[in-house]
């Protein structure tokens, strides 16, 4: 960490240390989220939630979960807004470690999200935090560090520590997650314990002052930055079967809302967007049968991109998001989205297929 730049995280221990009112978000995945702890106090976010309490009795802190389960920095970069930065935030951790793949797509939509959090009206300061699939080892840390340290943000790595001590025989897997990646109540406390042991170093220190850097220019093409979710709520496209979800949203675990219903062969929805960049994001259920679709861009039916709303998992509905334009020619481009015939005739009880957003840069 010597590149590290702590000047933002100690004013906001001082801040605290003078009793002001922080807020304080998580923002990330499934583990985030608190999946397979038995009461969300047990969550490592929580847990770091109530340090911060304990650490600055004056202060007054406000809670803020962003976790949505099995989605990645691409779809936080364009719900960040809604469900994070809108609350003001002074310090948010964030957690796409095991989500993103280990790739320079996912480093780039990573980099977007951490330029977006680090130049929000409230100025938060950022922590990093890699979790690990404790199985392989295998996270994208090396990706997500490489932008850490570009904008001088610390990061808490379970890899390198967590992990290691398993590793070496501290702990048997099964003692700190029953499925290898989501942490139980006993590995939501390590990583709490982890995160807490670097808050506490900082905050012996937080007297001593630290410049803060310069901004600076992005280390990818930073194309989603500035990505936009489109749903019912800021875009009419031409609907041919498909039907509008009349459904509310009831806040942003709610998900599977304000979208498109498509229910019979040959429905379709068609969208016309000016963007370089686009991927659809629908529901991937695991209520099988359920109905597939095609996407075709531009008109190119040669090269339609198959959207199968069969999940081949079994933990739940996924928010899939399937990327079918990247770094493209930036214009207005048409998206038909059409539902293909059953597999085998018609089947009774198919699940529609669920079209979610959007999201175009």
Same mark, same amino acid.
């Given at each position: 960490?010597n590149?590290?730049?702590?000047?933002?995280?100690?004013?906001?221990?001082?801040?605290?240390?003078?009793?002001?009112?922080?807020?304080?978000?998580?923002?990330?995945g499934?583990?985030?989220?608190? #999946?397979?702890?038995?009461?969300?106090?047990?969550?490592?976010?929580?847990?770091?939630? #109530?340090?911060?309490?304990?650490?600055?009795?004056?202060?007054?802190?406000?809670y803020?979960?962003?976790?949505?389960?099995?989605?990645?920095?691409?779809?936080?970069?364009?719900?960040?807004?809604?469900?994070?930065?809108?609350?003001?935030?002074d310090?948010?951790?964030?957690?796409?470690?095991?989500?993103?793949?280990?790739?320079?797509?996912?480093?780039?939509?990573?980099?977007?999200?951490?330029?977006?959090?680090?130049?929000?009206?409230s100025?938060?300061?950022?922590?990093?935090?890699?979790?690990?699939?404790?199985?392989?080892?295998?996270?994208?840390?090396?990706?997500?560090?490489?932008?850490?340290?570009?904008?001088?943000?610390?990061?808490?790595?379970?890899?390198?520590?967590?992990?290691?001590?398993?590793?070496?025989?501290?702990?048997?897997?099964?003692?700190?997650t029953?499925?290898?990646?989501?942490?139980?109540?006993?590995?939501? #406390?390590?990583?709490?314990?982890?995160?807490?042991?670097?808050?506490?170093?900082?905050?012996?220190?937080?007297?001593?002052?630290?410049?803060?850097?310069?901004?600076?220019?992005?280390?990818?093409?930073?194309?989603?930055?500035? @990505?936009?979710?489109?749903?019912?709520?800021?875009?009419?496209?031409?609907?041919?079967?498909?039907?509008?979800?009349?459904?509310?949203?009831?806040?942003?675990?709610?998900?599977?809302?304000?979208?498109?219903?498509?229910?019979?062969?040959?429905? #379709?929805?068609?969208?016309?967007?000016?963007?370089?960049c686009?991927?659809?994001?629908?529901?991937?259920?695991?209520?099988?049968? @359920?109905?597939?679709?095609?996407?075709?861009?531009?008109?190119?039916r040669?090269?339609?991109?198959?959207?199968?709303?069969?999940?081949?998992?079994?933990?739940?509905?996924?928010?899939?998001?399937?990327?079918?334009?990247?770094?493209?020619?930036?214009?207005?481009?048409?998206?038909?989205?059409?539902i293909?015939?059953d597999?085998?005739?018609?089947?009774?009880?198919?699940?529609?297929?669920?079209?979610?957003?959007?999201?175009?840069?």
């Amino acid at each position: 960490m010597n590149n590290i730049n702590f000047s933002k995280l100690k004013k906001c221990m001082l801040r605290a240390e003078n009793g002001e009112e922080l807020t304080l978000g998580f923002f990330g995945g499934s583990i985030t989220q608190g #999946s397979l702890a038995t009461i969300h106090e047990n969550t490592y976010a929580y847990r770091v939630f #109530s340090w911060w309490e304990k650490a600055f009795p004056k202060a007054k802190f406000n809670y803020v979960n962003g976790g949505i389960g099995g989605t990645t920095s691409h779809f936080g970069v364009a719900r960040v807004f809604t469900d994070m930065l809108m609350y003001m935030p002074d310090v948010v951790v964030v957690d796409f470690s095991v989500n993103d793949d280990a790739n320079e797509f996912f480093k780039e939509t990573y980099e977007g999200l951490i330029r977006k959090i680090l130049s929000w009206e409230s100025k938060p300061a950022i922590i990093l935090l890699n979790n690990v699939y404790y199985d392989s080892g295998e996270n994208a840390q090396e990706y997500h560090n490489e932008v850490g340290e570009w904008y001088h943000i610390p990061h808490v790595s379970i890899k390198d520590t967590i992990y290691q001590r398993m590793k070496n025989g501290e702990f048997l897997r099964e003692e700190l997650t029953p499925d290898g990646l989501h942490p139980n109540d006993k590995g939501h #406390s390590l990583v709490a314990e982890e995160i807490i042991k670097f808050l506490q170093e900082v905050k012996e220190h937080m007297a001593e002052e630290e410049s803060e850097v310069v901004f600076p220019k992005p280390i990818t093409a930073n194309a989603y930055e500035n @990505a936009k979710r489109l749903t019912i709520q800021n875009i009419n496209p031409t609907l041919k079967g498909f039907r509008v979800d009349t459904n509310e949203k009831q806040g942003h675990l709610d998900f599977f809302k304000n979208g498109w219903i498509g229910k019979k062969e040959g429905d #379709s929805i068609v969208f016309d967007v000016e963007a370089s960049c686009i991927a659809v994001q629908y529901k991937k259920t695991i209520c099988k049968p @359920a109905r597939r679709a095609e996407l075709i861009l531009d008109g190119d039916r040669e090269n339609a991109v198959l959207l199968d709303g069969n999940f081949d998992e079994d933990w739940g509905d996924c928010l899939y998001l399937e990327p079918v334009l990247h770094h493209g020619e930036r214009k207005k481009h048409s998206i038909e989205i059409k539902i293909l015939p059953d597999k085998d005739n018609e089947y009774k009880g198919i699940t529609p297929f669920y079209l979610m957003s959007l999201i175009i840069v």
